[in-house]
């Protein structure tokens, strides 16, 4: 099966699944559970994208590294900075590799959404260094909120709150997306 042909349910599930388990392991167990349950819904997640797709895309497969070293060291350790540290180790990958995509004149937002997107290479260039500035932005809010809030506001923030903002910059980067289709892909749309 293609992905084309994947099960609508399929990407929601590997994007949010594993995060919907965190968040409900943490409100009834605690951290350590809630570790493990990530861990597990995460592998399961990429099980499930494999299985339907023939293929693991390569944003989930280096988040579930991150979570498996990161929640294997809380768990191990019994230390929650681990796991708490994992947001900022994503989102500063994720702007290092943008951020090396731009110096190398290769926006690497198109080889993610390129398939669903169809922008000129100014927008590409544009929305790469955008999405590099906001990745780093939200490693270092991480790492504010880590170290200022207590556990549950983290909680809070790393779920519904990171997902949000993420929403949100996203639809503030709509007018410029459209500003950069091509002629025939907005008058196709309209």
């Not at 979570?67 to 990958?93: Q, R, S």
């Not at 290769?106 to 959404?113: E, F, I, N, Q, S």
């Not at 260039?125 to 504010?144: D, I, Q």
Request: aromatic share 12%; charged share 15%.
């Amino acid at each position: 099966m293609t992905a084309s042909r994947a099960p609508k349910w399929l990407k929601p599930a590997v994007d949010f699944g594993p995060l919907a388990v965190f968040m409900g392991l943490y409100w009834l167990k605690g951290l350590l559970p809630a570790t493990a349950g990530l861990m597990a819904a995460t592998a399961v997640a990429l099980i499930l994208s494999f299985v339907f797709t023939r293929k693991v895309a390569l944003m989930p497969l280096v988040t579930a590294l991150v979570v498996g070293v990161f929640g294997g060291l809380t768990l191990w350790l019994n230390d929650e900075t681990f796991i708490m540290m994992k947001p900022t180790i994503v989102y500063g990958l994720f702007a290092m590799v943008l951020g090396g995509g731009l110096v190398l004149n290769r926006p690497t937002v198109k080889a993610v959404l390129g398939e669903a997107l169809r922008l000129d290479d100014a927008g590409w260039r544009t929305l790469s260094l955008r999405f590099c500035l906001f990745f780093a932005a939200m490693a270092a809010l991480n790492e504010v909120v880590r170290h200022v809030a207590t556990m549950d506001v983290w909680v809070l923030w790393k779920v519904p709150g990171s997902m949000v903002l993420t929403f949100v910059f996203m639809l503030f980067q709509m007018p410029m997306v459209r500003r950069h289709m091509p002629d025939e892909t907005v008058s196709a749309g309209e």
